[in-house]
């Protein structure tokens, strides 16, 4: 539309012979094209700045978008790694508990025969060592009971020590 403008002015100016300003016209009708131009082009760049910028946005997004991702299953195989050392660790504490309990089981099996053979060897002797002595031990019991001081009761206690020492000779 500007260049028929500008030619339509070229025409009324040799034709008719109007005296209008050369620089005028041209001067109204290029301004007006400047800033259709102009516009134009800053509409133009806006665009392909916009263009530019999203898809640096989109390009952004999606790098964040895969790290996320990458970090998301190397988390995970991480934390199967340390699943899988704990439950190794787990087992082999459980196997070291399973064999203290055996050797706690063996030790209470072997103590309880060494208590019960312990116990018919010296349960007779048990008996007959609660007799042995025990008119001597009395007196001097009693002696003790009674006296206040205890230098009177050495004849009871020399002759228990007698009789335990004649006892453990005979065993």
Same mark, same amino acid.
């Given at each position: 539309?500007? $260049?028929?403008? /500008?030619?339509?002015?070229? *025409? !009324?100016?040799?034709? %008719?012979?109007?005296? %209008?300003?050369?620089?005028? /016209? !041209? ?9 259709? %131009? ?5 509409? *133009? *760049?806006? @665009? ?7 898809? !640096? ?8 978008? /895969? ?8 988390? #995970? ?5 340390? #699943? ?16 203290? $309990?055996?050797? %706690?089981?063996?030790?209470?099996? @072997?103590?309880?025969?060494?208590? @019960? ?6 349960? +007779? @002797? ?11 031990? /009395?007196? !001097? ?6 006296? $206040?001081? +205890? +230098? ?20």
């Amino acid at each position: 539309m500007s $260049k028929f403008l /500008v030619l339509c002015l070229y *025409l !009324l100016e040799y034709k %008719i012979g109007l005296n %209008i300003s050369r620089w005028f /016209v !041209l001067n109204f009708t290029l301004s007006n094209l400047s800033e259709k %131009i102009n516009s134009d082009f800053e509409s *133009l *760049l806006f @665009q392909s700045e916009w263009k530019n910028y999203t898809a !640096l946005f989109l390009q952004r997004y999606n790098q964040r978008e /895969v790290d996320y991702a990458l970090h998301a299953t190397e988390t #995970q195989a991480k934390m199967q790694q340390l #699943q899988a050392k704990a439950k190794l660790v787990h087992d082999e504490l459980d196997e070291k508990l399973n064999d203290a $309990k055996c050797k %706690i089981a063996d030790l209470e099996v @072997q103590v309880s025969h060494d208590v @019960q053979r312990l116990s018919k060897k010296f349960e +007779g @002797q048990h008996s007959e060592s609660g007799k042995v002595c025990l008119e001597d031990r /009395v007196k !001097l019991s009693q002696c003790y009971n009674t006296l $206040k001081d +205890g +230098g009177e009761c050495e004849i009871f206690a020399k002759k228990l020590e007698k009789c335990v020492t004649d006892a453990l000779a005979k065993a």
